[in-house]
């Protein structure tokens, strides 16, 4: 008999199908035992009326692995709607301990540690798998929403001789006996890249030594990178962004749709065009609104993209907002200033109800720029990047977008470890 | 003037589009000059008449970043059928230095290690910019095959406590303090994400030590991993590897068409059942073909992998095989012996071409199994991973492709390198 998995079974009514998957939980009453069902989709209600399977039942342990056959049967009081009745139990495989918390609870009851250290255990819980699902919708939908552009996909370099960010929080490592590191961004490479392709996106892990434990960094995370030529300035590069969030969104709605139920996410609206304020006037608003002192830093703090998220929905009824033209001070090497207003910069963040998600803007693109931009550096390093620009760039621009901390806000996770299957941070190397 | 593709041109005929790109050639005859603007997608030619443009476009050297406005003139003539007459030229941006060797040419005329050194130019060459769309639509292919099949995109940690295949071959790098390594698959944590999602993939960089120079081997490649829960044998496996790869070629043909065209490449097909070998079968048949004595060896050596895609071809019509059944002396712990057969596995590869583009296989799945399989080794740093084991785990098993080897095979490259954009080894580490 053809497996059936537990969200195929409504559609089996009177027929025996057999489920196979882990033992979720079971109850014993007098005489009838239910055992529920878990696989890798969701969960189904065996009912046990025979003796015989139930004294046989009565001492498998949480997750011992299990076929069943039985006969499908639509109820109103079963979990889902349906159940199997008649069953035939098999065990296929019996864990050698007893878990360190139960899966069964509607919400996992342990502390986040805890967690991460039996990640084996706790990413079977249906709400940890389920933002495991939201993550993977989300990056098919930045994937659909730029190929739908003309981009391509690339793979670039994760061992390279230089830092491709500010220069600190760089893991270094032993490169057949020359020194290297692990790269912070495909920022050089999406950049030589708009060279050949023009417009171009990778997936991939980046990686920072980030020497402080936060509820929003990690060591290793998942950049959603794009990049994209002939762009007029940093405008067409947000509408880009406007274009992926919006399939992301889209993409999570159409194919993690169990998922959002589940964990009761109420998917952004993302408009057509998403609002922006430029960085000073954001400043502006907020030392108007909260007495700091904020105007003329060269950065906004968490707090004050706090404050940015609740303004937009009150003003301007998003989740969304772009900050527009942060100060070069605190932008990389390869931003392109704001020809109209010295200090500042054709870069932008945008937030995402109140945190910072994605990063980009207008890049330099002519070679003396870059000399200038990078007085005093080495430039050997760089200087298969530099090439780039020596043999002829347009103007162009591009994002990064954090995928855990997209996932961490839409499921309302206060950890992006949360929603991280294996995270890396400075105390945790495994599992 | 909205920008118009090289590749959209055709569809403007009689009306004036406005192309932007880089000056790829231009050819100054007596009474008329042809520009050559590449962008990137392709190519169109421009006719220039006027005396003056020509006098002012005479000296852009190649690389130079221009917009073209012109009138869409269809011409027999012409390469790809269509031209701009009666154009404007502008420049946006001048190359600093003339390129190292021409990209006008249709192959690229230089030694493999000049084009490495060069990437940033090299990479604009229609040939080696299709390889890399190649490469895109494979992983599109790729993915969209596993999504059908109810697999889940996971990503998991690059850096990790322990080696997750043999021993050697490891990167080691500094991790806050510890040492840590590169993760060379993403082997132990798929298996893990088994328990929690049952049908899992990846995409993502794996790095090897390789301290050997050869033509198919990266220090860092682009692995497609998948695993799945629930499977009789290493059969079940297969029959996902063989919609993987006729995924991926039917992904190439519907999206890299002009890449296909440029390359002349010729797509496999992929029957409904894939031919496979088992691998002492295959030594019989490789010893009475050439006499060497390769019986009871416990690989296959490449010259055997060749010699066993020829027959392939010959005794199936097919470039593709399964070789099945490798001895457990060569494969790496986590392998499931084959019941029947005592000293062989239930692992398979798959050749392409004679070439070994994919291996997997079934896993031991018993928490005690996998006690007996590492006896001696110190279990400490794979805890995190045998804790899948000792919470119950089902029958499983999963294979691993690399794209730079498919890709290479798939448009002829004779060395790995020729299809990856910025290649790492011993002596490359940039750009």
Not at 20 to 36: D, K, S
């Amino acid at each position: 008999m053809q497996r059936c998995t537990t969200t195929e079974v409504t559609g089996h009514a009177g027929q025996r199908v057999r489920l196979a998957g882990w033992l979720h939980h079971q109850r014993h009453l007098a005489r009838v035992a239910f055992l529920l069902v878990r696989d890798g989709w969701g969960i189904t209600q065996v009912v046990v009326d025979d003796a015989g399977l139930r004294a046989r039942t009565a001492d498998l342990s949480p997750e011992t692995v299990v076929e069943v056959e039985g006969l499908v049967v639509l109820s109103d009081q079963a979990p889902g709607g349906v159940e199997l009745h008649d069953p035939e139990v098999r065990v296929v495989s019996t864990p050698e301990v007893a878990p360190p918390f139960e899966l069964r609870r509607p919400q996992l009851d342990a502390r986040l540690p805890t967690l991460l250290d039996n990640a084996a255990l706790a990413l079977r819980h249906p709400t940890r798998r389920a933002t495991a699902r939201v993550a993977a919708a989300s990056v098919a939908g930045f994937r659909r929403a730029l190929d739908e552009l003309g981009f391509t996909e690339v793979h670039t370099p994760k061992i390279v001789a230089t830092a491709t960010e500010t220069g600190a929080d760089l893991f270094e490592l032993d490169y057949f006996g020359t020194p290297a590191f692990l790269a912070q961004s495909p920022q050089l490479y999406k950049q030589v890249m708009v060279g050949a392709l023009e417009r171009v996106y990778e997936v991939g892990p980046v990686f920072r030594a980030e020497p402080h434990a936060t509820a929003r960094h990690l060591a290793q995370y998942t950049s959603l990178d794009a990049e994209l030529g002939f762009v007029r300035d940093h405008a067409d590069v947000m509408a880009v962004v406007r274009e992926a969030v919006a399939g992301m969104v889209a993409e999570v709605a159409a194919r993690a749709a169990p998922a959002v139920d589940l964990l009761a996410i109420e998917l952004p609206d993302v408009p057509p065009e998403i609002p922006a304020v430029h960085f000073a006037d954001a400043q502006r608003l907020i030392e108007a609104s909260t007495g700091e002192a904020v105007v003329g830093e060269p950065d906004l703090a968490p707090a004050h993209e706090r404050w940015l998220g609740d303004w937009a929905r009150r003003e301007h009824g998003s989740d969304l907002l772009f900050v527009v033209g942060y100060p070069m001070a605190k932008r990389p090497f390869y931003t392109h200033p704001d020809p109209d207003r010295p200090g500042f910069s054709n870069s932008f963040d945008l937030l995402f109800r109140g945190v910072e998600l994605v990063t980009g803007g207008q890049r330099l693109h002519r070679y003396d720029d870059y000399l200038a931009a990078l007085g005093g550096t080495d430039l050997a390093p760089l200087d298969g990047y530099l090439a780039a620009f020596r043999h002829g760039m347009p103007p162009h621009g591009g994002f990064a977008l954090g995928l855990e901390r997209w996932v961490a806000r839409l499921c309302g996770a206060a950890n992006v470890r949360e929603v991280t299957l294996f995270p890396r941070d400075m105390t945790r190397l495994a599992p």
